[in-house]
């Protein structure tokens, strides 16, 4: 009896500290989620976009693509698994290990993030074209571009097929969305990427003087440039290896390639000598690109510049030791009957 209200003032004292607790846990949990945000805009919305979608230029390149975080199943996605990609990156993806970059109590401030924003069910916000932002009625001022920008529409379709709404939103997109939306969807894919010279060697580079010195050496486009070993051909390979030395392989590279510093720094490129394209083309389409030139193109015409001699010798050194050496012929030589412009003949990295 003499104890009761001691215990009851103790009672109101523990109810006191356990709000106290809550209420601080609450406050820390509440903010950890700008922290969390915070991180995931600087670091992992250029794959996942803001919205969590992984509707973005990365996805586009990506294989497997960035995970959109809208569609996951929470009970499938768990904390943990996402605590760990976030902490170790998953192996043969583009999602690599944050642990020196970000610390454990951040990283799973980003999962906290990832998980309440994208995966809880909540609409999808306007998460970047918004007036904070400066983007001020977006919606209505890039309507037009929409499709193209989406998805709907590939940017690459013929104007001819296109009504005048779409050929507006064309215009609006590639004047004003192109910068960050990229090419957006796309019918042919083309070359994605093409290696090419930004400098040029230092010294008075010539293909056909001796050891260079280590800085211009250091590149992928002097091995290009090694001269073949004919010593053991017949006399008239070897000659015709010099003409082609004295005359082509400024632009097509000591090997024929066309990869070296010159060749790869040409709009368009000059040709690759040694691939299968070029393999199927006789002697006579040989001699004409070369009397006359490709129109359009980068090679120009050496009438008049090479002797019948000459000639004969470059176009013996080209069949037998250059031409194809890259590849197998892609046609037969008799099948071949006209030429055209395709600076296409480079290095690429073609999306699968």
Not at 194 to 207: E, V
Not at 237 to 249: E, K, Y
Not at 329 to 350: F, G, L, N, Y
Request: aromatic letters at 8%.
């Amino acid at each position: 009896m003499h104890g009761g209200p001691h215990l009851k003032s103790l009672k109101y004292l523990l109810l006191l500290i356990l709000a106290c607790f809550l209420v601080t846990a609450n406050s820390t949990l509440t903010a950890a989620q700008p922290t969390g945000k915070k991180a995931y805009d600087y670091f992992c919305y250029q794959c996942h976009a803001y919205a969590g979608t992984g509707k973005t230029l990365a996805a586009r390149y990506l294989d497997p693509p960035p995970r959109d975080f809208t569609s996951a199943d929470p009970s499938v996605l768990t904390r943990e698994r996402m605590m760990r990609a976030i902490t170790e990156g998953r192996q043969s993806t583009g999602m690599k290990s944050f642990s020196r970059v970000l610390d454990e109590a951040t990283r799973e401030s980003v999962v906290a993030y990832i998980r309440d924003e994208f995966m809880s069910g909540k609409p999808a916000p306007g998460r970047y074209h918004t007036r904070e932002n400066g983007w001020p009625a977006h919606h209505e001022k890039y309507s037009l571009a929409y499709p193209f920008a989406e998805g709907e529409i590939a940017t690459d379709t013929p104007l001819s097929l296109l009504d005048e709404n779409q050929r507006a939103g064309l215009t609006l997109f590639r004047t004003s969305c192109v910068a960050c939306h990229d090419r957006a969807k796309v019918d042919n894919m083309g070359v994605i990427w093409r290696a090419r010279a930004s400098s040029y060697p230092r010294r008075h580079y010539d293909h056909r003087q001796g050891p260079l010195d280590a800085v211009t050496s250091a590149t992928p486009y002097h091995k290009h440039d090694n001269v073949p070993d004919v010593s053991n051909q017949r006399s008239e390979i070897q000659r015709g290896q010099q003409v082609f030395l004295n005359n082509c392989a400024f632009c097509h590279a000591a090997d024929g390639s066309g990869k070296n510093w010159i060749g790869s720094f040409m709009e368009p490129p000059a040709a690759d000598l040694t691939s299968a394209r070029i393999a199927g083309w006789s002697k006579p389409t040989l001699r004409a690109v070369i009397l006359s030139g490709v129109p359009g193109g980068t090679m120009p015409a050496w009438r008049g510049l090479l002797d019948e001699k000459q000639m004969e010798l470059l176009l013996a050194y080209l069949v037998e030791k250059v031409q194809g050496s890259g590849g197998a012929p892609a046609t037969d030589a008799t099948q071949t009957k006209s030429i055209t412009v395709r600076p296409t003949d480079r290095p690429r990295w073609e999306k699968k």
